[in-house]
């Protein structure tokens, strides 16, 4: 059976950028409005009074200093605290669908062959705008592709399962070549009046293309793909078409992101790094020679320390790329986006691996070599 090949990524970015002071500003006007709408109770013990957010609290925290969204207008406003994206008629492209379509294009481009080659569009991705019609099928139609398409998810963790899909269908001959998309309005899902969470995220969208070798040129041989789930409740999002039949309605605050941070740090961490060594050992790549790691981009510490346990020492200036610091948590994106910028140094024969893992839990690592 062929192997499969990354050809080439691409990478769409939404115009507006959000800072973290921005961000602060707003939240802590809303925080001040709360609290002194609700004084009394606060201080006759019913109400506990809200704290503000700082600068200092969100780098430390995260390493986020900035991220892109959609839109910024409601996002900096106390009253709002939501972003502005007004729905589409159902003729016009929805928004997903056009962000993964920029994504592609450029993909497309940089492969430098035409749409028509691409047999298979998966959508992988955390935030799915609607059941159906699929996402992807609306991509693939935008671009002109054949063969068929299908939405899939597996929160952040999205990415690096749609490529173990495309390159198995590659491998089997179900398709010359698979566009994988990744586009995350994780601002939509994201409550804004939470301090714990109202930072994390951000709006992104990628593209990979996977092919045969027998038919590439360049990119990166994937040397081997593993996925991992594990059942927890410590990341979640009930928003779905239940709720509507449910007796609360839609208003509850799990149906937006909620987490327990520090259970997902000391339950991941380790679950990730074992998996990644292992996988290398199966692989017979030493972990400790990887020339560069692409893992997802949730928080800076978790990569720092999963990078230490995967090289065995402190990362060196680059090893471990991190853009969170530009982007947030783009969720299935990030570690992507992280591929996409920092691969252009490689020489042939090195190595490096891509890994995602987030709610789920789950995990996947994709080793790759340049050709």
Not at 168 to 188: H, K, Q
């Amino acid at each position: 059976m062929p192997q499969a090949v990354i050809p080439a990524t691409g990478l769409y970015t939404p115009p507006q950028s959000l800072s973290n002071a921005e961000l602060v500003d707003t939240f802590n006007a809303y925080v001040e409005r709360f609290n002194a709408a609700n004084a009394e109770a606060i201080a006759e013990g019913e109400v506990a009074a809200l704290t503000p957010s700082s600068v200092e609290f969100i780098e430390k925290a995260s390493g986020i200093k900035s991220r892109y969204v959609v839109d910024k207008t409601g996002l900096t406003d106390p009253d709002v605290m939501r972003p502005n994206i007004p729905e589409r008629s159902n003729e016009e492209i929805s928004v997903l669908a056009e962000m993964a379509v920029e994504a592609a294009k450029q993909a497309i481009a940089r492969w430098g062959k035409p749409a028509s080659e691409i047999d298979a569009v998966i959508c992988a991705a955390s935030n799915m705008q609607r059941a159906y019609p699929a996402m992807a099928i609306e991509v693939q139609q935008a671009l002109g592709i054949g063969g068929f398409a299908f939405d899939m998810n597996v929160a952040c963790s999205s990415a690096t399962f749609g490529i173990k899909t495309a390159a198995d269908f590659v491998a089997s001959g179900s398709a010359r070549a698979v566009l994988m998309v990744n586009p995350e309005i994780c601002s939509g899902h994201l409550n804004f009046r939470d301090r714990d969470s109202h930072f994390i995220f951000g709006d992104v969208a990628t593209a990979v293309i996977v092919e045969a070798e027998d038919r590439a040129t360049g990119g990166w041989d994937i040397l081997g793909t593993r996925l991992k789930t594990q059942f927890s409740n410590n990341i979640r999002n009930n928003f779905g078409f239940l709720n509507r039949a449910a007796p609360e309605g839609i208003g509850a605050i799990d149906k937006l992101f909620v987490q327990e941070g520090r259970k997902v740090f000391r339950e991941v961490v380790p679950l990730v790094s074992d998996m990644i060594v292992e996988h290398a050992s199966d692989l017979g790549v030493d972990p400790t020679g990887l020339k560069r790691l692409w893992l997802h981009q949730a928080n800076i510490n978790m990569n720092e320390m999963i990078g230490r346990r995967v090289l065995g020492r402190d990362p060196a200036p680059g090893e471990n790329v991190i853009i969170l610091d530009e982007f947030a948590n783009t969720s299935s994106a990030g570690s992507i986006i992280a591929f996409h910028r920092a691969n252009d140094d490689f020489a042939k024969g090195e190595t490096g691996l891509i890994c995602s893992f987030g709610a789920g839990y789950s995990a996947g690592t994709v080793f790759v070599r340049k050709r």
